[in-house]
Nanobody
Framework: QVQVVESGGGLVQPGGSLRLSCAASGSITSINAMGWYRQAPGKDRESIASITDDGTTNIADSVKGRFTISSDNAQNTVYLQMNSLKPEDTAVYYC???????????????WGQGTQVTVSS
C-alpha cells in the first residue's frame, strides 16, 4: 500500500549535474525521514544523504560539498541535487523512506526500485 518511486537518473559527463527525485505515496500517515543510498557494482550499499521531518540533514563525507538533499513535506518528496559528479559516483541510487501507515503504529523502512546514475565521458 506504499510506493516509493525514484526518477532522474541517467548518463552524465564528469563535472556535470543531475537531480534525483523520490516520491512516497499510498496509505501514509507520517514520514519520519527520507534518504538516499547508493550501491556500486561489487560494493555494499552506502547511505549518502538523509533528511528528517524537521529538516535536519545528514550528508556523507564522500559527497559533502557536492550533493544537497532537500524535501517537500507536503508532497512526500525528497530531492538529491548532485553537482560536480565524478566517475566514482556511478551507482544505482535508492530512495528510502521511514514512515508509518494506516495499518501500523510503528515506523518501517520502505525502498524504491533504484535509478541508475552513470558518470562517464
Amino acid at each position: 500500500q506504499v510506493q516509493v518511486v525514484e526518477s532522474g537518473g541517467g548518463l552524465v559527463q564528469p563535472g556535470g549535474s543531475l537531480r534525483l527525485s523520490c516520491a512516497a505515496s499510498g496509505s501514509i500517515t507520517s514520514i519520519n525521514a527520507m534518504g538516499w543510498y547508493r550501491q556500486a557494482p561489487g560494493k555494499d550499499r552506502e547511505s549518502i544523504a538523509s533528511i528528517t521531518d524537521d529538516g535536519t540533514t545528514n550528508i556523507a563525507d564522500s559527497v559533502k560539498g557536492r550533493f544537497t538533499i532537500s524535501s517537500d513535506n507536503a508532497q512526500n518528496t525528497v530531492y538529491l541535487q548532485m553537482n560536480s559528479l565524478k566517475p566514482e559516483d556511478t551507482a544505482v541510487y535508492y530512495c528510502n523512506a521511514v514512515l508509518r501507515t494506516y495499518y501500523s503504529t510503528l515506523y518501517d523502512n520502505y525502498w524504491g526500485q533504484g535509478t541508475q546514475v552513470t558518470v562517464s565521458s
